[in-house]
């Protein structure tokens, strides 16, 4: 874990205790801090007592505590901690913060922030394998993976690399990234905050603290993301600051599994990051090829006589579909769930890759009804039955994608256990094969 000397005799007040809120605890309490903890489920509690005191914060006086540390999912607009803070005059950071916080304490290192609407923990975990392949020291952490507290120190020259969400930076005051980036903006999120342009803000403070010598990274995809290009660019100046090119040359179909549109802007970025760290192209480029990809998000699941089944689990709303629709020929389309919107009409200027849908759970025959004008339709209610009726349907040089544009909760626990009964589906099909 990660330990400073900062925080040694300073008082703490931590509001949830699942991941990365019991790393913080075990880390603050291994650095000499005094912590108050609380969670609403006892479990949670019960694990935290043997570093911290358990009470309800919102109930506790805070005099005299030097910190709130609460989970980037708690909702600082609406939750009443924020006003809690305001009373006890105590500032409210996250676990990004406190990392900060504790930098002068470990070995000499550069720290990458990667932000963006869509497309960040790919861009994160595709920058993680690039260093890893070029046998650099380098940790991952944030909005992906383990909790950064929890992650042993790098030694001198390590690469931290960290995947944040716009909640993680309303947290954060003094991540000053050797190199911070912004893959694209679109509106989201907007529950949180007070229009759009409050959204935007929220992504921008990342280049807000950076110091003078360090570089940002911009996507050009967009035009929004484009106007902090100009903003960010005349108050740092140009030597510093970097626009990602989206047209970077290179043979798409030679990385696996990078593929669409939204993937090349991906690795325009992660191409850009790559030149201010001082690494070559001949470095990132040779390593395109070996990225495997992260699971539920556009994953290779297996070939079946020709024809692809792709899991995009992950793809809960339509504007995550998008891409993936862009990213194949021939699509057998996999499409259902709890729908996060009726408006249909987002997809149709896009369904010119796709040969046939196949509608699953509660809004499958609503997508049924919007589509079935355009493209031909098949109302399968579960997924298991998709994936055959796609399979018996498609040839060779057809793609099978699960995107289901929607939440996972009529039929599963989450998006992982669609995604892993879609794989269950299509392995099935190959064992038969296999089997004759």
């Given at each position: ?330 699509v057998h389309w996999i499409v259902g769930g709890i729908a996060k919107s009726d408006d249909f009409e987002i997809f149709k200027p896009h369904l010119g890759n796709v040969r046939k849908i196949y509608t699953i759970g509660e809004s499958g025959p609503s997508f049924a009804q919007a589509f079935r004008n355009q493209l031909p339709v098949e109302s399968c209610e579960l997924l298991a039955n998709a994936v055959m009726k ?47």
């Amino acid at each position: 874990m990660i330990k400073s000397r900062f925080f040694a005799g300073k008082k703490y007040a931590v509001l949830g205790l699942a991941r990365s809120g019991m790393a913080t605890v075990e880390a603050l309490s291994a650095s000499g801090a005094t912590i108050l903890a609380w969670d609403n489920r006892e479990a949670a509690r019960n694990d935290a007592a043997k570093w911290a005191e358990i009470a309800d914060i919102l109930q506790a006086d805070l005099t005299g505590f030097d910190a709130i540390i609460v989970s980037p999912g708690v909702p600082l607009n609406t939750h009443p901690i924020a006003q809690k803070s305001i009373d006890s005059g105590v500032p409210i950071i996250g676990d990004i913060e406190l990392f900060s916080q504790a930098r002068d304490s470990l070995p000499p290192h550069r720290v990458v922030g990667i932000t963006g609407t869509n497309g960040k923990s790919t861009t994160t975990a595709l920058l993680n394998h690039i260093i890893q392949s070029c046998a650099f020291p380098v940790r991952m952490g944030g909005n992906i993976g383990l909790p950064i507290m929890s992650q042993d120190p790098l030694p001198a020259g390590g690469i931290y690399i960290l995947e944040l969400s716009s909640y993680q930076i309303d947290l954060t005051h003094s991540l000053s990234c050797d190199v911070a980036a912004l893959i694209n903006l679109s509106p989201d999120h907007l529950d949180r905050y007070d229009g759009y342009q409050s959204y935007i803000a929220s992504k921008e403070r990342l280049f807000a603290m950076q110091g003078a010598d360090e570089f940002s990274v911009i996507g050009n995809g967009d035009n929004d993301t484009l106007n902090v290009y100009e903003r960010v660019i005349s108050h740092r100046g140009p030597h510093h600051v970097i626009l990602a090119d989206s047209n970077i040359e290179g043979d798409q179909s030679q990385w696996p599994s990078l593929q669409g549109p939204h993937n090349r802007q991906n690795v325009a970025i992660v191409a850009a990051i790559c030149r201010a760290l001082g690494l070559s192209e001949h470095q990132w480029r040779n390593a395109l090829s070996s990225f495997k990809g992260l699971e539920h998000r556009l994953e290779r699941v297996a070939e079946v006589d020709g024809v692809l089944y792709v899991n995009d689990s992950k793809a809960t709303n339509p504007e995550s579909v998008i891409p993936a629709l862009a990213a194949y020929d021939n699509v057998h389309w996999i499409v259902g769930g709890i729908a996060k919107s009726d408006d249909f009409e987002i997809f149709k200027p896009h369904l010119g890759n796709v040969r046939k849908i196949y509608t699953i759970g509660e809004s499958g025959p609503s997508f049924a009804q919007a589509f079935r004008n355009q493209l031909p339709v098949e109302s399968c209610e579960l997924l298991a039955n998709a994936v055959m009726k796609a399979s018996q349907n498609a040839t060779a040089g057809d793609v099978v994608l699960l995107s289901p544009a929607c939440a996972s909760f009529d039929q599963f626990r989450d998006f992982e256990a669609r995604g892993d009964c879609f794989k269950a589906a299509v392995n099935n099909i190959a064992s038969r094969e296999e089997n004759g």
